[in-house]
C-alpha cells in the first residue's frame, strides 16, 4: 500500500469574496505523477502553492505527512546571488549525501557549466540550476510549474527520463503536453472553484 503525503478534505481558499476552490477534496500518495490541467487563471499555480504551504486554506482541514520533504520550482523566479553556480546550489544541498558526486553528475546531465556566475546566467541557464538543485535533495513530493520553460531539447528529454523512474510524488503545471503525458500517471483538472480527478495520463483523460 502506497504511503500518504498530504490530504486536503473539504477545503477552501480565496481573496477577499473571490473562492478560488470549494469543498476541495485531494490526497497524494507516494508514487502519484498528476498533471494539473485547467483554463489560465482558474487556480493550478494556486493549488501548487497550497500544497506548498505557502498559502494557508481558509477553512477545512489539511494534513501533510510529519517531516515530509517538498521541492517547488515556481514558474518565474528572481533570484540575486554574487556566487557561481556551483556555490548557488552547494549552500542548500552541501548536507546531501554524494553531494559532490550528485552534482557533477547532474550538470553534466543538463549541460550546466557550474562555474559560471548565477547573476550572469540566461533565464534557461538559472532554470537548469533550479533543477539540479532540486533533483540533488531528492524530495519525497516535487511540485513543479512549467518545468520544460527554457530548455533545450536535450535537457527536456533527459529530465523527461528522470521524473519517470523518479519514486516519489510528483504535481506538474505544463503547456507541453506530450511532456506531461509521458511523465505523469494522474490527471487533475480544475474548473469552476472545484476538480475532476481522474486515473489517467493526459492523452487518456482527454478521451474520457
Known amino acids: 500500500m502506497r504511503e500518504l503525503l498530504l490530504s486536503l478534505n473539504n477545503c477552501s481558499f ?20 498528476i498533471a494539473l490541467v485547467g483554463r489560465n487563471g482558474v487556480g493550478k499555480t494556486t493549488l ?16 501533510f505527512l510529519p517531516n515530509l520533504t517538498t521541492g517547488y520550482l515556481v514558474q518565474k523566479k528572481k533570484q540575486n546571488f554574487s556566487g557561481s553556480a556551483r556555490q548557488f546550489i552547494k549552500k542548500s544541498c552541501e548536507d ?46 516535487l511540485l513543479l510549474d512549467e518545468p ?3 530548455l533545450d531539447i536535450e535537457s527536456i528529454i533527459w529530465l523527461e527520463k528522470w521524473l519517470k523512474n523518479y519514486s ?4 506538474m503545471v505544463s503547456h507541453d503536453k506530450f511532456f506531461i503525458d509521458n511523465v505523469t500517471n494522474r490527471t487533475i483538472e480544475i474548473s469552476f472553484s472545484s476538480i475532476s ?12
Do not use: C, Q
Open 197 to 208: 480527478d481522474y486515473k489517467s495520463n493526459y492523452s487518456k483523460y482527454l478521451k474520457l
Open 48 to 63: 501548487m502553492d497550497i500544497l506548498s504551504k505557502k498559502k494557508t486554506i481558509d477553512d477545512g482541514k489539511s494534513w
Open 168 to 171: 516519489g510524488a510528483i504535481v
Open 148 to 150: 520544460t520553460n527554457h
Open 96 to 141: 546531501e549525501t554524494n553531494f559532490d558526486f550528485k552534482l557533477e553528475r547532474y550538470a553534466r546531465e543538463l549541460k550546466l557549466n557550474l562555474n559560471l556566475n548565477f547573476n550572469t546566467l540566461s533565464g534557461g541557464l538559472k532554470r537548469k540550476v533550479y533543477l539540479a538543485e532540486l533533483i540533488i535533495k531528492n524530495p519525497k513530493l
Open 14 to 33: 480565496g481573496y477577499s469574496k473571490n473562492k478560488i476552490f470549494e469543498n476541495l477534496f485531494f490526497n497524494i500518495n507516494d508514487g502519484d505523477k
